[in-house]
T-cell receptor, first 116, second 114 residues
Framework: AQKVTQAQTEISVVEKEDVTLDCVYE???????LFWYKQPPSGELVFLIR??????QNEISGRYSWNFQKSTSSFNFTITASQVVDSAVYFC?????????????FGKGNQVVVIP | NAGVTQTPKFQVLKTGQSMTLQCAQDMNHEYMSWYRQDPGMGLRLIHY???????DQGEVPNGYNVSRSTTEDFPLRLLSAAPSQTSVYFC?????????????FGSGTRLTVV
């Protein structure tokens, strides 16, 4: 069963618009970590944020913000005032400490295209 | 501090050939893993290890073999390459169960099997 679902495949926005990426996860573990990674056209995986299951505090970091809600098993990510350099594939990922034995499971990714 | 080093960066194989993708980390991470990335599929786990001498299968292990004789190295072996194994391969490592928990990825190996 898929543990991380990113429903939108490709999202196109005009520069300076906001874009929100949805992530829904599934787990039996009470201790788990959620991640967002960015993969620019150059191909490397860039770590953006980590949240553990006991920390539902949402955060804003520059133009990025995250909304973690355990009640709906969602960990959404927003880019405010998008720029062309934000064009990339964004992955949501889940690591379960007990049932998952620390394995990192990825969603299929969201291709974000920022149009100048 | 090199982090996670993958070699080679690019490789072309003929069907039936075998090869080993190398992965080394210098952060003393207990956990190491291999992923393959295919268009529209995200990253899928091939094999992983929670420490030297311990390995286990991930989501797509068929056609691949691993061993973990040291903490630093986690090579991935393709036993008999097939065109279906054309992909980009990523190695990752992490601490386990600590507050600074997080995964470090290598830069990837682009493999083409013809």
């Amino acid at each position: 069963a898929q543990k991380v679902t990113q429903a939108q495949t490709e999202i196109s926005v005009v520069e300076k618009e906001d874009v929100t990426l949805d992530c829904v996860y599934e787990t039996r573990d009470t201790t788990y970590y959620l991640f967002w990674y960015k993969q620019p056209p150059s191909g490397e995986l860039v770590f953006l944020i980590r949240r553990n299951s006991f920390d539902e505090q949402n955060e804003i970091s520059g133009r990025y913000s995250w909304n973690f809600q355990k009640s709906t098993s969602s960990f959404n990510f927003t880019i405010t005032a998008s720029q062309v350099v934000d064009s990339a594939v964004y992955f949501c990922a889940l690591s379960e400490m007990y049932y998952g034995n620390n394995r990192l499971a990825f969603g299929k990714g969201n291709q974000v295209v920022v149009i100048p | 501090n090199a982090g996670v080093t993958q070699t080679p960066k690019f490789q072309v194989l003929k069907t039936g050939q075998s090869m080993t993708l190398q992965c080394a980390q210098d952060m003393n991470h207990e956990y190491m893993s291999w992923y393959r990335q295919d268009p529209g599929m995200g990253l899928r786990l091939i094999h992983y290890s929670v420490g030297a001498g311990i390995t286990d299968q991930g989501e797509v292990p068929n056609g691949y073999n691993v061993s973990r004789s040291t903490t630093e190295d986690f090579p991935l072996r393709l036993l008999s390459a097939a065109p279906s194994q054309t992909s980009v391969y990523f190695c990752a490592s992490s601490y386990v169960g600590r507050d600074n928990y997080g995964y470090t990825f290598g830069s990837g190996t682009r493999l083409t099997v013809v």
